[in-house]
């Protein structure tokens, strides 16, 4: 009999939809739950789930919802907006939290909620989809390699896929913020793309450049490494132009400018479709060295980011619901090792 002790939040939205397919491969019968009844029931119908409508402001809703429930799925963003209210309730009923977040800001947030998980006995796990769970286990498995190492490089690049809605959205809120990496254990800003190369993924070079990615803040705990930097791929000539941005930052912040944006997100499909995603792939490299210029270097290939989020928060919660589970604030790696990204459909080492 399927678990029905997985509560999925935003399971109208297209990764939701995605996990939401999957859980039955893992034994799981979430209850889907998001805003809107209209949005909800003809998936649960269309699955045999059960469901809930949760307005996620209305703190007693929620708390009602998870009254009961071992472990939330929480894939309803933007997570600047509704990560907080999640974990009070979370907190509240003695339910493990993990989302798909890939937020820097919302990484911080979350971390000062340790004490009081520890003190309840549950895990808050943010990034357990692509942000951050196959660079996170790249930067635990150099680390293992390069125990002193004190820099840490990540990179990864999607090809063949595209983008959601509800990332798109996500992005065009950080319009105009620049990029940000870590200095001897600081995050600092600095200009989005401020570095760029070219990275050998093994299937094929690429070039990328530096972005404020999860990692930067989540790769530090994992590792402890105390300089880190992200980078994605990107054509060489749109590197050239986005150093430009710095320039017209202050348009690109401009709340109409934004809406603009926002309404050709939204006359667009809501994501990659099926067959989009059966061809796509993502790779990840990463390299560290120490402060004797010793270096080490790995990559690998792993599902398109959706795919791979899908997957991996389910994976993640079947530990959860197994009681396999730390207590407290924790990074995908730093909890189930650098193994992990391998337990996932797709994962091909080179």
């Not at 019968?29 to 998936?43: H, Y």
């Not at 357990?128 to 004190?150: E, H, I, Q, S, Y």
């Not at 939204?266 to 560290?288: L, N, T």
């Not at 619901?321 to 189930?336: D, S």
């Amino acid at each position: 009999m399927p678990s029905i002790s997985v509560l999925l939040y935003g399971a109208n939205g297209y990764t939701g939809v995605l996990i939401a397919k999957y859980a039955t491969q893992y034994g799981l019968q979430p209850i889907l739950a998001g805003r809107r009844e209209e949005a909800i029931k003809p998936l649960a119908n269309e699955l045999n789930f059960p469901y809930k409508v949760i307005e996620i402001n209305n703190a007693d809703q929620l708390k009602d919802a998870l009254n009961g429930i071992k472990a939330v799925i929480h894939a309803a963003g933007p997570f600047a907006d509704t990560a907080r209210q999640m974990i009070g309730a979370c907190l509240q009923t003695g339910t493990h939290y993990l989302d798909i977040n890939g937020d820097i800001s919302v990484f911080e947030m979350i971390k000062p909620y340790d004490a009081a998980a520890k003190e309840k006995n549950i895990m808050l796990l943010p990034g357990a989809g692509f942000d951050v769970v196959p660079t996170d286990c790249m930067a635990l498995r150099l680390k293992n390699k390069l125990p002193d190492a004190t820099h840490l490089k990540l990179a990864f690049a999607s090809i063949g896929g595209g983008v959601s809605h509800g990332t798109a959205m996500t992005m065009v809120s950080k319009l105009g913020y620049g990029g940000a990496a870590r200095e001897n254990g600081k995050i600092v800003k600095q200009p989005l793309g401020k570095h760029g190369m070219w990275v050998d993924f093994g299937e094929k070079k690429l070039f990328v450049m530096s972005i404020p990615w999860g990692d930067v803040f989540t790769a530090y705990y994992t590792t402890g490494i105390p300089n880190i930097q992200v980078y994605t791929a990107i054509k060489p000539g749109i590197y050239k132009m986005m150093k430009l941005q710095a320039s017209f930052n202050w348009l690109l912040k401009m709340e109409w400018m934004k809406n603009i944006i926002r309404k050709k997100i939204k006359s667009r499909a809501a994501g990659p479709s099926d067959e989009m995603r059966s061809k796509a792939k993502s790779f990840i490299w990463g390299e560290v060295r120490n402060e004797r210029e010793e270096a080490v270097s790995d990559h690998f290939t792993c599902a398109d980011g959706y795919t791979l989020t899908a997957h991996s928060c389910l994976v993640i919660a079947k530990k959860v619901l197994q009681e396999n589970f730390k207590p407290g604030y924790q990074t995908p790696a730093a909890c189930y090792g650098e193994e992990l990204v391998k337990e996932i459909p797709g994962t091909v080492e080179r």
